[in-house]
Antibody, heavy 119, light 111 residues
């Protein structure tokens, strides 16, 4: 299993960014996926999750209405569209794989992509 | 949705056993058997150690075990080794609109 995030960078408050996660080594469409973030020197925070089919999505209250999770099962890729970014969104964003279709722990993690929001 | 409460730090000598607690509410830890634990070494991605309260993924040492009582889950590390020194986070499914909540994290130090 391999998860490779990309798309992070430095941007100003109010900006937008799309993160991608290229998955390989497993049947991508069979597993729920999530984004988890970690602010510098801080703990883990679950951000958003999506079912294997893409038909069901969930968001943390802190990002609801600003972030959109999606997936392209034909490309084995997970996305996170981020808009109206704030300084508190600064974090390392991890792509994670679930172990099953429903409520699931995260058994594989990527190395993360860093998002920095600063003026 | 507030983070689950963990002690900031726990320490022990090699060979000893330590236990990390994770306290939530009946809306998360106490209400569902969906508690998992993650180990994170500095500069590395987290690693799943325990899921569904007490299940170990393939390849995880049996020195790691999990349990739950009421609104508090626990991770026990027996036969503590130098390589166990890391940060540990619990996680639980929650009935709130935020689907999953992590704990505040515990730094384990091997003396």
């Amino acid at each position: 299993v391999r998860l490779l995030e990309s798309g992070g960078g430095l941007l100003q408050p109010g900006g937008s960014l799309r993160l991608s996660c290229a998955a390989s080594g497993f049947t991508f469409s069979s597993y729920a996926m999530s984004w988890v973030r970690q602010a510098p020197g801080k703990g883990l925070e679950w951000v958003s999750g999506i079912s294997g089919s893409g038909g069901s999505t969930s968001y943390a209250d802190s990002v609801k209405g600003r972030f959109t999770i999606s997936r392209d099962n034909s490309k084995n890729t997970l996305y996170l569209q981020m808009s109206s970014l704030r300084a508190e969104d600064t974090a390392l964003y991890y792509c994670t794989k679930g172990i099953r279709v429903g409520v699931t722990p995260f058994d594989y993690w990527g190395r993360g992509t860093l998002v920095t929001v600063s003026s | 949705q507030s983070a689950l409460t963990q002690p900031a730090s726990v320490s022990g000598s090699p060979g000893q056993s330590i236990t990390i607690s994770c306290t939530g509410t009946s809306s998360d830890v106490g209400g569902y058997n969906y508690v998992s634990w993650y180990q994170q070494h500095p500069g590395k991605a987290p690693k799943l150690m325990i899921y569904d309260v007490s299940n170990r993924p393939s390849g995880v040492s049996n020195r790691f075990s999990g349990s739950k009582s009421g609104n508090t889950a626990s991770l026990t590390i027996s036969g503590l080794q130098a390589e166990d020194e890391a940060d540990y986070y619990c996680n639980s499914y929650t009935i709130s609109s935020t689907l999953y909540v992590f704990g505040t994290g515990t730094k384990v130090t091997v003396l």
